[in-house]
């Protein structure tokens, strides 16, 4: 199994990203897929969440109606575009998947992670 996140780097505040995360050894369409992100001497926090057919979205509330998660099953990858950066989105961003199929929160319920990759958002 393994998930590899890209498309993380240096924005300016209220830039966008684009980051992908491409799964392969797992049927990646059974899975819902999560977004988390760590900050500096923070916990790991929800970001956002996909079901495995691509609805069913959830979002922390301090990224909704600024952040978009997406999937293709076909390419076995799933995005999250991020609008309007603000410098507290900086953090190093997971994807992560769950085979509970529906989207959910709790960092528990995801078996597999990948490495993560840096955001970093400057005022």
């Known amino acids: 199994v393994q998930l590899v996140e890209s498309g993380g780097g240096l924005v300016q505040a209220g830039g966008s990203l684009r980051l992908s995360c491409a799964a392969s050894?797992?049927?990646?369409?059974?899975?819902?897929m999560g977004w988390f992100r760590q900050a500096p001497g923070k916990e790991r926090e929800f970001v956002a969440a996909?079901?495995?057919?691509?609805?069913?979205?959830r979002y922390a509330v301090s990224v909704k109606g600024r952040f978009t998660i997406s999937r293709d099953n076909a390419k076995n990858t799933v995005y999250l575009q991020m609008n309007s950066l603000k410098p507290e989105a900086t953090a190093v961003y997971y994807c992560?998947?769950?085979?509970?199929?529906?989207?959910?929160?709790?960092?528990?319920?995801?078996?597999?992670w990948g490495p993560g990759t840096q955001v970093t958002v400057s005022s």
């Open positions: 996909t079901r495995w057919s691509g609805g069913g979205t």
């Open positions: 050894g797992f049927t990646f369409s059974n899975y819902a």
């Open positions: 992560a998947a769950d085979y509970q199929r529906e989207a959910t929160i709790p960092m528990g319920e995801y078996a597999y």
